[in-house]
C-alpha cells in the first residue's frame, strides 16, 4: 500500500543554522510513529514540514502521494487531509465547542450547517464531550480543551493525523484522559505521527519510534526496542533523563 508520509532527506535551515539535517522517514497508512528526543532537535520542525507551516530548504515531503515541497503544489488540497494538534489548544475562545467544531468544515469542506454539526457532535462524542457541545473553551478543563481540539482535527475526516506534544501543557491529572482518546485513534487505524515526551504512551500505542537528535533520526524501530533496549548511547542517556528526571 502507498506511504502516507514519505521523507526523503529532508534538510531545513533557519538562517545559517541547519535544525533538520537528511531526515528520511516513511509512514505507512494506519501506522502510529512517535517522535522523541531532547528538545531543540528538530521533532516540531519536522511535523511543521508535512504540512507546509515550515517549507523545507531540501529534501521531498510527500503527503498522500503528492509533493508538497513543489512550488506548485495546493497545499490547502493536501492539508484538508491533516489534522494538526498542538501543545496550545488554539480554540477560538468567543465561540462554543460545537462551533469550534464546524468552522472549517463549513468554510473548507462546504458542508451545510446540519452536516457539519452532525460530523461535530459525533466526533464530541468520540472524545467524550457530546454533552459540553455549547460550553465555550473557558468553562472547560485543559484536558477537556484538548480533546476538542482533536474532535475539531477528526471532523475534517483527516487520513493522517500529527500530535507535537498534545498533553505536555496539562496538569498531570488530565493528562491520561487525552492519552486515552489518542489511544483509542490509534487502535480505530488512524496514521498518526506523535511528537510526546509520554513514554509509556510510546511504547504501548506505537508501532515505530523514532529518536531524534540533531536534526537527525539516530534512532528508530519498534516501540519497545528502542525504549527497552536502545542501541544508541544518545537514546539511552535521553530515555534515562525522561523516565527518571533526577538522573544525571
Ligand atoms: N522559526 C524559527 N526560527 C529560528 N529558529 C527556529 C525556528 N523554529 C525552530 N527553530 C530552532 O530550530 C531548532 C529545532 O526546534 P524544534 O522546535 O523543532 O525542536 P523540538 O525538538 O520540537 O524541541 P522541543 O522539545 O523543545 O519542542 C531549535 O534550535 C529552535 O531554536
Ligand atoms: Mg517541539
Given at each position: 500500500m502507498n506511504a502516507v508520509v514519505e521523507i526523503t532527506d529532508l534538510h531545513k535551515s533557519f538562517g545559517p543554522r541547519e535544525v533538520?539535517?537528511?531526515?528520511?522517514?516513511?509512514?505507512?497508512?494506519?501506522?502510529?510513529?512517535?517522535?522523541?528526543?531532547?528538545?531543540?532537535?528538530?521533532?516540531?520542525t519536522l511535523l511543521r514540514c508535512v504540512n507546509q507551516l515550515e517549507h523545507a530548504t531540501a529534501g521531498s515531503v510527500r503527503v498522500l502521494g503528492t509533493e508538497i515541497n513543489d512550488?506548485?503544489?495546493?497545499?490547502?488540497?493536501v492539508r484538508q487531509h491533516v489534522g494538526m494538534v498542538f501543545q496550545s489548544f488554539n480554540l477560538f475562545t468567543h465561540q462554543t465547542v460545537l462551533e469550534n467544531c464546524t468552522v472549517a468544515q463549513r468554510k473548507v469542506l462546504r458542508r451545510s450547517k446540519a452536516e457539519a454539526e452532525k460530523v461535530a457532535l459525533e466526533n464530541l462524542a468520540r472524545v467524550g464531550l457530546a454533552d459540553r457541545a455549547g460550553a465555550t473553551p473557558s468553562q472547560l478543563s485543559g484536558g477537556q480543551q484538548q480533546r476538542v481540539a482533536i474532535a475539531?482535527?477528526?471532523?475534517?475526516?483527516?487520513?493522517?493525523?500529527?500530535?507535537?506534544?498534545?498533553?505536555?501543557?496539562?496538569?498531570?491529572?488530565?493528562?491520561g484522559e487525552v492519552l486515552a482518546v489518542m489511544r483509542e485513534l490509534a487502535e480505530g487505524g488512524m496514521t498518526m505521527i506523535v511528537v510526546t515526551h509520554e513514554m509509556a504512551f510510546a511504547r504501548d500505542v506505537a508501532d515505530r519510534v523514532v529518536f531524534m537528535d540533531g536534526g537527525t533520526i539516530l534512532e528508530e524501530g519498534p516501540a519497545d526496542q528502542?525504549?527497552?533496549?536502545?542501541?544508541?548511547?544518545?537514546?539511552?542517556?535521553?530515555?534515562?533523563?525522561?523516565?527518571?528526571?533526577?538522573?544525571?
Open positions: 533538520l539535517r537528511g531526515v528520511d522517514l516513511t509512514v505507512a497508512p494506519g501506522e502510529v510513529v512517535c517522535v522523541i528526543g531532547p528538545s531543540g532537535s528538530g521533532k516540531s512550488p506548485d503544489v495546493d497545499i490547502d488540497a475539531r482535527a477528526l471532523s475534517m475526516d483527516p487520513a493522517l493525523m500529527l500530535f507535537d506534544e498534545p498533553t505536555s501543557a496539562l496538569d498531570p491529572e488530565l493528562v528502542v525504549i527497552g533496549t536502545p542501541r544508541e548511547p544518545r537514546t539511552r542517556e535521553f530515555l534515562d533523563r525522561v523516565l527518571d528526571p533526577t538522573h544525571r
